[in-house]
């Protein structure tokens, strides 16, 4: 099986500055996308900061502290292992920003999204924290493969607000946990086999506030791969987003 990845950021229409910021590597199969926050541009430190943290602590050797914590967590299972470094990575980034908001007082406060596919063969290891997400289409189905890190999201869960109400929310985009802002994170982690065909599609909000499930499902179902980024995100412009968007997609050809 071989991947395939393209990609795609917007600033867009009203936003000054682009704060999300993505990573493809198909050699190492590690593919990011991050949406940052925070006044002045120091959204835009937050997120790549955050996305090279990530990919330089997946793709290099662990350090002292990720090996003890791979050892204290007294798993052989390499999914179990991959997924601990994910989430060690996520905290690394979440600790540099920390810091480095500390030295730059102008950046105080400043945070980011997180969405880390990795495929390892045929497996396909998630983490996210916020409400950057992950879709898996397969067999011309879309499945949405994280579930967001926001106060609406807690409030569909326990039954109290449709997910269709919930679009309309002034305050949806308010989050549960970011890298960054909110120091240590917990990020959620799932595996899952990887079969020819699959499309894996990473985005930001900007992406989703416009357009909901079934119109990104219609769209991936009709536009060739290599084209799906850029379709996505101009679909997402026409249906009126007013937000920064970033797609990465990924193919198992
Ligand atoms: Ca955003």
Same mark, same amino acid.
């Given at each position: 099986m071989e991947l395939e990845g393209y990609a795609r950021s917007e600033t867009g229409p009203?936003? +000054? @500055?682009?704060e999300d910021a993505w990573k493809i590597d198909l050699e190492q199969g590690v593919f990011v996308v991050a949406d940052g926050m925070g006044g002045h541009a120091a959204g835009e430190v937050a997120s790549h900061m955050a996305v090279e943290t990530v990919h330089q602590t997946l793709v290099g050797a662990p350090d002292p502290e990720e090996t003890r914590l791979v050892r204290d967590h +007294?798993?052989?299972?390499p999914a179990d292992i991959l997924r601990e470094r994910l989430r060690y990575a996520m905290n690394q980034a979440s600790i540099r920003i920390r810091r480095e908001a500390e030295l730059r007082p102008e950046t105080r406060g400043m945070g980011t999204t997180l969405v880390v596919l990795v495929v390892d063969g045929d497996q396909a290891h998630l983490a996210h924290v916020g409400d950057s997400r992950a879709y898996l289409f397969r067999n011309g189905r879309l499945v949405r493969l994280t579930r967001d890190h926001t106060v609406v999201q807690q409030e569909i869960d326990a039954g109290r607000l449709t997910p269709e109400l919930a679009r309309l929310l002034? @305050?949806? @985009?308010?989050?549960?946990q970011s890298v960054g802002?909110?120091?240590?994170v917990e990020p959620d982690t799932t595996t899952r086999m990887v079969e020819t065909g699959d499309i894996f599609i990473l985005c930001s909000d900007g992406m989703t506030d416009p357009l909901d499930d079934d119109a990104i499902q219609r769209i991936v179902a009709n536009t060739p791969l290599d084209l799906l980024a850029d379709v996505l995100v101009d679909e997402a412009l026409k249906a009126g987003s007013e937000d920064n968007i970033t797609v990465a997609v990924v193919g198992a050809v």
């Open positions: 009203v936003r +000054e @500055h682009n +007294e798993s052989e299972d002034p @305050h949806k @985009h308010i989050l549960t802002f909110h120091g240590p």
